[in-house]
């Protein structure tokens, strides 16, 4: 490997071997104080233990019991301040340590470590108590950081796009005392599902989180309430697919009134939440009461209405709710 920077180092990529630019470019990049590999050129990212499974076969256990015998302290060096392209700039896809939590070889690594198995069984039982892990939208992976300052003992949701690239991730609190509830990596944001979308289904639901989304088939999440100029971008090119927008059924919430009314006033379809389900704050309620792993996308469009008439739906079920 080749020093590239203070802490970084690069290489010819083992895994995609550069493609046609093999001998000549050195696209894998290493960097040490985040440690994790980086590849600009098939857009892959691997932790340490990740990238010795990847060209070694070996299974997590065994990387771990052979590198146990090493004791390895990154240093960077003090050197004057340099300027690093960007190219070399540091990209890390999830937050530093991350764990998969349907990952049994990870999970058991920790047993003997009470304080982090026991908050890992917590993670857990919590992604069962909502249905996540049987979810019919859900997420290909599931993680937990108690390494990450930032995203400590939260679950992490990854976002991947249309070409199943991971591109960034929100975590949401496990604790009633970590505030604030969400948290989204910093950047543009895809969104959550579009590496899901089904062409036989003529319609694209637009949730306000991931975790309501994973319960409807070709749905997407903004990790918020307004789309970024890049999702807005990305369902404007959606073409020949009717968009739905549900957002969760928040009584009282005088923004969210004022945000629905305008989409309904602008011709866009908005899911109005029957009567009958009035007691359910959102659609990840409803499953976990019902015991669903599926929400049915025909009865969100049934429910879905836009103009005077999606106005006038609105407003009465508000004042019959209030």
């Known amino acids: 490997m080749y020093k590239t920077g203070q ?4 290489a010819e990529c083992c895994i ?4 046609k630019s093999s001998g000549r470019k050195r696209r894998l990049f290493y960097f040490t104080q985040k440690r994790y590999f980086y590849c600009f050129n098939c857009s892959q990212s691997w932790t340490e233990a990740q990238w010795l499974q990847k060209v070694t076969n070996y299974n997590f256990i065994d990387i ?3 590198c146990s015998q090493f004791t390895v302290e990154f240093k960077p060096e003090v050197t004057k301040k340099s300027i690093v392209s960007e190219e070399t700039k540091e990209i890390h896809p999830l937050p530093i340590g991350c764990i998969d939590l349907e990952n049994e070889e990870q999970i058991n690594f920790y047993s003997s470590q009470k304080k982090v198995y026991s908050k890992l069984q917590h993670a ?3 992604c069962n108590s909502r249905r996540l892990f049987t979810a019919v939208n859900r997420s290909r992976h599931l993680y937990v950081s108690f390494e990450d ?3 400590t003992n939260r679950l992490v949701i990854p976002f991947y796009d249309k070409d199943n690239q991971l591109v960034c991730y929100q975590s949401r609190s496990l604790l009633s005392s970590q505030f604030p509830k969400y948290l989204t990596k910093e950047g543009e944001k895809c969104l959550f599902g579009e590496d ?8 694209i639901f637009i949730f306000e989180g991931p975790i309501d989304a994973m319960f409807v088939r070709n749905a997407v999440a903004m990790a918020g309430t307004d789309a970024s100029t890049k999702q807005q971008q990305l369902l404007n090119n959606s073409i020949g697919y009717e968009k739905i927008f549900v957002y969760d059924n928040d009584k009282g919430n005088t923004s969210l009134t004022k945000k629905i009314k305008n989409k309904l006033k602008n011709k866009q379809k908005v899911f109005v939440w029957p009567e009958k389900f009035n007691r359910f704050k959102d659609i990840n309620e409803v499953c976990c009461h019902l015991k669903l792993d599926e929400f049915s996308w025909k009865f969100i469009v049934e429910n879905s209405f836009s103009e005077t008439e999606g106005l006038v739906k609105y407003t009465l079920t508000q004042k019959l709710s209030g």
């Not at 995609?16 to 493609?19: A, F, H, K, P």
Request: hydrophobic share 20%.
């Open 7 to 10: 802490s970084a180092y690069n």
């Open 196 to 203: 899901k979308i089904d062409p036989t289904i003529p319609y």
């Open 124 to 126: 857990i039982e919590y």
């Open 64 to 66: 771990l019991r052979d």
């Open 149 to 151: 300052k930032k995203h």
């Open 16 to 19: 995609c071997n550069e493609g």
